[in-house]
C-alpha cells in the first residue's frame, strides 16, 4: 500500500511489521519520532511487545542484550551521541552473537554539538561486529529493516546489525513509501526461534570471561560469521525482490557506470544528489558513474573491484573522517582497489550537515580528473 508519510513513520512502522517483541530506546533527536510512534503503536495495542522506558542510551541497548539472551526479537534505535554511550555494549551484543536490529539516524558528534547530519556515528562503531546498512532514501531504509531481521536472525550469522539513514534529510522527510501488508512481511519474517536462550531449566552463561587462550577464536569466529554474512544479504535481498519487486540483493549498485571514465562513490542520500549531477555531466559529455555502497559491513571490498574494474579514476565521498589519516571509506575502497592499480582520492564533506549540493559534486570530478584529492571539500577559508 503507498503511502505519503515520514521516512521515521515508515521506519516505526516497518519494525512494527517485523513484530518485535521487546522494545527500548531512549529519545534523541533526530530519531525521537520513530520510537515515539512505537511507544504510541503499543499503547494503543497495534504492536504486541513490552517497550521499557529506559534512564539512558546505555541502559536501552543492555535491556535489548538482556532480551535477547532470553529469547526475544529486540529492537532499538538511537545517533550521535546515544551511540557513542552505548559503545560499551555494542561490542558486547556483537560478542555474544545477538541478533539485535537498530536504527540509526545519522547525526553528526560534539563536540561542537551539532543535531545535524553526517555519518561519523556509525563509522566510528565499523569494527564493532554490526552488520551496517545504509539507506539511501526512505523506501530503502523501510525495507532494510525487514531484510536486517532476517540476516542479523539467520543462524549462520547470528550478528547484530544497524540500518542507517540520514538524520532529518531522510528522517523527517515525507515521500511515497510502499508500506507492506502483515500478511507478506509474516511470509518472508518468520517467528523468531532463538538459538540459544537463557533458561533456568537449562542454564548456560553469555559472554563469559575469556583468557588469551580463548579470546583471539572468538574475535575469529565473529569476523566470519560477518564474511559469511556477504552471501546472506544477497540471498535474501534477491528473495524479497522476488516477493516484493525491489531486489537488495546488490552490496553496492552502480548508476551509469557501463561506459564510465570516472566513477565517484558514496553512502547515503547523497547519492540521490550524485545522480542528479552525474545526468547533467553526462549531457555535458563528460563519462561519470556512482557506485553506492548499501552494505559497509561486511566490506564488500570484492563487489566494488569488480564494479569499478573498467573506470580510469575514482573520487570518494565520506561524510566522515577516520582523524589523523583519511576518510573510512575511502580508506577501504583504496584497499579494495589496490591491486587494479586504479587511482583513488577521497573527498571529506558535509560534515555536520553542511549541504553538498550538484555543482559541489561536478567541482570534485574536475578535481579527481586533475588528480587533486585527499582533502576537505568545501572548507571556509575565512574561518581558518
Known amino acids: 500500500m503507498m503511502e505519503i508519510t515520514e521516512g521515521s513513520h515508515a521506519v516505526a512502522e516497518a519494525v512494527r511489521l517485523c513484530r518485535p517483541q521487546v522494545i527500548a530506546a531512549y529519545p534523541i533527536t533526530p530519531q525521537t519520532h520513530i520510537v515515539e510512534a512505537l511507544a504510541d503503536m503499543v499503547a494503543n495495542c497495534k504492536l504486541d511487545a513490552d517497550y521499557i522506558t529506559v534512564d539512558s542510551e546505555f541502559s536501552a541497548l543492555s535491556a535489548c542484550l538482556g532480551a535477547s539472551a532470553a529469547g526475544s526479537r529486540t529492537y532499538s534505535a538511537t545517533t550521535s551521541q546515544g551511540l557513542a554511550l552505548m559503545f560499551e555494549v555494542c561490542f558486547n551484543v556483537a560478542g555474544m552473537r545477538l541478533p539485535i536490529v537498530m536504527s540509526i ?49 539467520d543462524f549462520s550469522i547470528l550478528l547484530p546489525a544497524f540500518v542507517c539513514f540520514d538524520g532529518f534529510i531522510l528522517s523527517h522527510t515525507y515521500e511515497p513509501i510502499d508500506i507492506l501488508s502483515q500478511e507478506d512481511v509474516d511470509k518472508f519474517l518468520p517467528k ?23 579470546y583471539l577464536e572468538f574475535r575469529y569466529e565473529t569476523d ?33 557506470l557501463d561506459d564510465a571514465e570516472t566513477a565517484i562513490v558514496a553512502m547515503g542520500s547523497i547519492c540521490g544528489t550524485v545522480k542528479d549531477a552525474i545526468d547533467e555531466m553526462r549531457d555535458a559529455g563528460k563519462k561519470v558513474g556512482l557506485l553506492k555502497i548499501r552494505v559497509f559491513r561486511p566490506f564488500p571490498d570484492d563487489e566494488i573491484a569488480q564494479a569499478l574494474s573498467k573506470v580510469q579514476r575514482v573520487a570518494v565521498l565520506d561524510k566522515d573522517i ?54 576537505f571539500f568545501g572548507l571556509r577559508k575565512e574561518l581558518l
Request: charged share 25%.
Open 322 to 375: 577516520s582523524l589523523g589519516s583519511k576518510g573510512a571509506v575511502a580508506l577501504e575502497v583504496r584497499d579494495a582497489l589496490y591491486k587494479t592499480g586504479i587511482p583513488v582520492k577521497g573527498y571529506i564533506l558535509g560534515l555536520g550537515g553542511r549541504d553538498v549540493r550538484k555543482k559541489d559534486i561536478k567541482e570534485i570530478v574536475s578535481l579527481v580528473e586533475k588528480g587533486i584529492g585527499d582533502q
Open 224 to 256: 566470519c560469521a560477518l564474511k559469511r554474512a556477504k552471501g546472506v544479504i544477497q540471498k535474501v535481498g534477491k528473495e524479497f525482490g522476488t516477493m516484493f519487486g525491489r531486489d537488495y540483493s546488490a552490496l553496492v549498485e552502480g548508476y551509469r
Open 192 to 214: 523468531f526461534t532463538p538459538y540459544q536462550r537463557l533458561d533456568a531449566a537449562d542454564p548456560i552463561s553469555f559472554g563469559m570471561y575469556a583468557t588469551p587462550d580463548y
Open 105 to 153: 539516524t545519522n547525526r553528526a558528534l560534539g563536540a561542537p554539538l551539532s543535531i545535524w547530519n553526517d555519518q561519523q556515528d556509525s563509522i566510528s562503531l565499523r569494527d564493532s561486529g554490526w552488520i551496517q546498512f545504509y539507506a539511501e532514501d526512505n523506501q530503502e531504509a523501510t525495507d532494510l529493516h525487514i531484510i536486517a531481521y532476517r540476516v542479523a536472525e
